[in-house]
């Protein structure tokens, strides 16, 4: 059996985890405060030493230093991350607008102007939604589109061949499900029944992949507490 503490540590927050499969309980109430404690404290940290304080504090600083020594000039406030335009990128005042715009989070706890974290939030909801935009786009579209085009490397064997039409042929089945503008009688009627099909087998590829995620952290725990802390297993 394992004699380190912060084995034992784990072992027993696992434990107390663990302990929800049979009914809600303290133990498990007391490790996930003390997980998202831990987390929310470790994200914070993280933040303030590889975000706040290189791309912050140290261009703020070195800006008021290098204006103390050499002057001002205007090339602290241009932006440039090539250093291409701006000889004093590392020493920088343009920073002072994102780190305004920044502290109005902090406006939530006062509230009389807790409107304002609005701004901050909105900034930052559409610079992500500009950015997931284009690059779901890419991935769930084109992509598949790319996928479902027959081209002349798709005839070079069998194999290949029914791999491409399969995909070819499940794509365009689907597209004809969601297509609400007929109705699916007729012709339409297999082919919306082979997309729903389609659908039903990705759908169930994406939960399977959910679950067998899960049973791996499950299988790992258990290594861990037989292995590392109860020592049985080697």
Known sequence: ?????????AAILTLAILSFLYDD?????????LFIGV??????????????IPHMIDPLVGAFRTTREQGFTTA???FDELNVLNPYNDNNFFIIIPMMVGSLYITRFIPKISWMIRIPIGITMGYY???AIPASFKASIVR??????LTRADFSSWSVLIYGLFIFVT??????????????KGFLRPVSNIGILAVMVGFGASFGLTVMARISLAIGRFVFIF??????VH
Not at 172 to 184: G, I, K, N, Q, R
């Open 227 to 232: 292995k590392d802390w109860l020592g049985i």
């Open 129 to 131: 939604t500009a950015i």
């Open 39 to 52: 987390a929310n404290g470790y994200s914070i940290v993280l933040s303030w030493y590889n975000v706040v």
């Open 144 to 149: 598949q589109l790319e996928a479902s085009i």
């Open 1 to 9: 059996m394992a004699t380190d503490f912060w084995t034992w540590t």
């Open 76 to 78: 602290f406030f241009t």
């Open 171 to 184: 794509t365009v089945a689907t597209l004809v499900y969601f297509f609400f503008s007929a109705e699916h």
């Open 25 to 33: 309980n303290a133990f498990y109430r007391t490790a996930e405060h």
